[in-house]
């Protein structure tokens, strides 16, 4: 069995798939890894659109990737499109939002996606997070009511590459504070931060 660490430094967005059908039951397996996370008043707020219907699948991206989205057409190779959305008529995320400023609901569906993710490497496929899509799109091409946000697209399928390094991360010094504020923070962390690779 894979150690929790290593799958997590394994991972990495996978922007090229094999034109594989992934088979329901894996697909099924991360649907049930993202069904166990914790949220907020326990509200479980997310829903998960999955789309492995290749005509369906068509439509959503090319919905979903006109225009300014055209850069994320490279999900449309995915057999498997997956929409996280969630509930946006929940108490409790009416009262984070409005009394302490806190969008648990985007924390919720953050914390479930990423165990779908996880549990997706875990299995030998690849995954991408996407934020960079048409939100009316997918609306229009899923037919989806106005009580449902759409948070973010995961493509899921086998992968056909995958990137050569890990992705660079800051020093855990410069993430991790311990005990008081880390160096630079006072003053904005002047000259710190990723430097992002594709
Ligand atoms: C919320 C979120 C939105 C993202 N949106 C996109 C996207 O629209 N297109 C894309 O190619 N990658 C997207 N990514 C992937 C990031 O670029 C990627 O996670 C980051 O560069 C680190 O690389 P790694 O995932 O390979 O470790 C997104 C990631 C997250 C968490």
Known sequence: MTAFIDLV??????RRFLPRAVEREKITACLEAARMAPSAH???????????DPGLRDRLCEKAFRGIYRVSRFAAQAPVVIVVLVRKDIVVHFVGRRIQGTT??????????????LQ????GLG???MGWFSRRGVRRA?????????VAMIPLGYPASRPPRETERMP?????????LGEGAEDGECG???TPER
């Open 127 to 129: 995954t991408c997070w």
């Open 104 to 117: 648990y609901h985007l924390i919720d569906s953050g914390i479930a996606g990423e165990h779908l993710v």
């Open 9 to 14: 430094r394994s991972r990495r967005s996978i």
């Open 172 to 180: 855990l010094d410069e993430v991790a504070w311990w005990n008081g």
């Open 120 to 123: 997706a490497e875990e299995l």
């Open 42 to 52: 326990n509200a479980q707020p997310w829903r998960f659109f999955v789309v492995d």
């Open 142 to 150: 899923l037919g989806l009511p106005r009580r449902y946000k759409v």
């Open 192 to 194: 710190k931060g990723p």
